[in-house]
């Protein structure tokens, strides 16, 4: 199915980003991966932040504007554009999560009115609009 801007936003939780570009997508639920397959794909700008940091720590092997300039020549994946001032103030209302990079995606999708694949079984929890 090809990606318009018909199709759904869907935003990507930073392992989900990581696991399409190691290619390991067995790792993914039949309904993320279809989510995957038919939405219009984005992330938050936490994620390829988030993707550096584990890069720097020794957690993976490329930094983040490498994977996602990757997975956007592989599967169209882009980086959405909104405001950081309407994200961090939604990110102020969610107290459920200490952990700034998961505040920050939610909070993203939260102003982009998107839907988010996601293990994470605490951003399961208390945001509704994940896919898993």
Known sequence: MARTAKSGVVHLDTH????LYEGRTELLTPAAMSA???GLLQVSPMVQLE???LHEIGRINRGGTS???????????????????H????AETL???????????????TVAD???VSKDQLIRKYFSKVIW
């Open 16 to 19: 989900i980003v990581c696991w």
């Open 114 to 116: 998107a839907e988010l």
């Open 67 to 85: 994977v996602l300039d990757a997975l956007e020549k592989d599967i169209g994946l882009g980086v959405a554009d909104i405001s950081f001032a």
């Open 36 to 38: 995957i397959e038919a």
């Open 87 to 90: 994200v961090t103030k939604a």
């Open 51 to 53: 993707l550096t940091y």
């Open 95 to 109: 107290t459920w999560t200490r952990d700034p990079f998961d505040r920050m995606i939610v909070a993203h999708c």
